[in-house]
């Protein structure tokens, strides 16, 4: 079935250092990559997306970048700060339609001040 | 956007019994998912809350454990069958707003089964 993997399962960074994290997706068919930021006993919330005619997204200190043919995708974050730990998701899906999204297994980000 | 609201917040449960959750729209949504999410882990889909029609479930997830409902376009509900301690987990609803694809969340449901 589908899957996604994602890695380090945990990342420690110091603040205005970089961190970035990384996906592999299994579904070929997969067009719509968000990311989501899971901060402690809050709901997943989206922070930036990518679509598969894209090879890079970039808002703020926020940047995603999307290898098709490698099925690879990645979220970067500079200049990190401590608001910035928390748990990120990647997520990976067909798009609209009621196709499902599928999550992948979560990093936890912790930026030391 | 959406604003979901999802009830109860969190309940402590005797095996055995059953607790329905609830998740309410504040628009109409074409789908709603019901996810799983154990304390440090990732967010497993049960199922998908059709509209008029059974739900779809995934593997793993049965409809007898699992029973949902869809009776309109803003609302739906989770029920947690016959629980034991395995099923102590963080309950969330989602909706994907039509024509977009980013996953709303409601504030999910904590479940504590003793």
């Known amino acids: 079935g589908e899957n996604v993997e994602q890695h380090p399962s945990t990342l420690s960074v110091q603040e205005g250092d970089s961190a970035v994290i990384k996906c592999t997706y299994s579904?070929?068919?997969?067009?719509?990559f968000p990311w989501y930021k899971q901060e402690l006993g809050k709901r997943p919330q989206l922070i930036i997306d990518i679509r598969s005619n894209v090879g890079e997204k970039k808002d703020q200190r926020i940047a995603v970048t999307l290898n098709k043919t490698a099925k690879h995708f990645s979220l970067h974050i500079t200049e990190t700060q401590p608001e910035d730990s928390a748990v990120y998701f990647c997520a990976a899906s067909r798009g609209t339609g009621g196709f499902k999204t599928i999550f992948g297994a979560g990093t936890r980000l912790f930026v030391k001040a | 956007s959406a604003v979901i609201s999802q009830k109860p917040s969190r309940d402590i449960c005797q095996r055995g019994t059953s607790l329905t959750i609830q998740c309410q729209v504040d628009s109409q949504v074409t789908m709603m998912f019901w996810y799983r999410q154990q304390p440090g882990q990732s967010l497993t889909l049960i199922a998908t809350?059709?509209?008029?029609?059974?739900?779809?479930?995934e593997s793993g997830f049965v409809i007898d454990k699992f029973p949902i409902s869809r009776p309109n376009l803003t609302f739906s509900t989770l029920t947690v069958s016959n629980m034991s301690p395995e099923d102590s987990s963080i309950y969330l609803c989602?909706?994907?707003?039509?024509?977009?694809?980013?996953?709303?969340f409601g504030q999910g449901t904590r479940l504590t089964v003793v």
């Open positions: 989602s909706v994907e707003i039509s024509g977009g694809t980013e996953a709303f």
């Open positions: 579904d070929s068919a997969s067009n719509y």
């Open positions: 809350a059709n509209q008029g029609s059974e739900a779809t479930y």
